[in-house]
């Protein structure tokens, strides 16, 4: 059964840091593209980053040089470290398994997701 647990996420002040997990169950995470996503109160879930099954990486402007995700195969984890945090960072982040390149073909159902929440 495809599931993923989504955690990590907590209430920090600006410039902190934060590391969330997703732990995914039913396929490997090293033969997929997977992605973090964030939903904010009032706004449209967004792609954070994504990391494809050779490694390369994607990440929004808005996050880059500050958010890094990574996996770890033996786990079947993915990770999202998030530097430098800033409020407008605060909303609900969740993961998926994707198609291919295209980052909003999502082939799983979605976790509960956590919240991430930082305060100015």
């Known amino acids: 059964q495809v599931q993923l647990v989504e955690s990590g996420g907590g209430l920090v002040q600006a410039g902190e840091s934060l590391t969330l997990s997703c732990a995914a169950s039913g396929f490997s995470v090293s033969l997929n593209a997977m992605a973090w996503y964030r939903q904010a109160p009032g706004k449209q879930r967004e792609l954070v980053a994504g990391i494809r099954s050779g490694g390369s990486t994607n990440y929004a402007d808005s996050v880059k040089g500050r958010f890094t995700i990574s996996r770890d195969n033996a786990k079947n984890t993915v990770y999202l470290q998030m530097n430098s945090l800033k409020p407008e960072d605060t909303a609900v982040y969740y993961c998926?398994?994707?198609?291919?390149?295209?980052?909003?073909?999502?082939?799983?159902?979605w976790g509960q997701g956590t919240q991430v929440t930082v305060s100015s």
């Open positions: 998926n398994r994707v198609l291919g390149t295209n980052w909003y073909a999502f082939l799983s159902s």
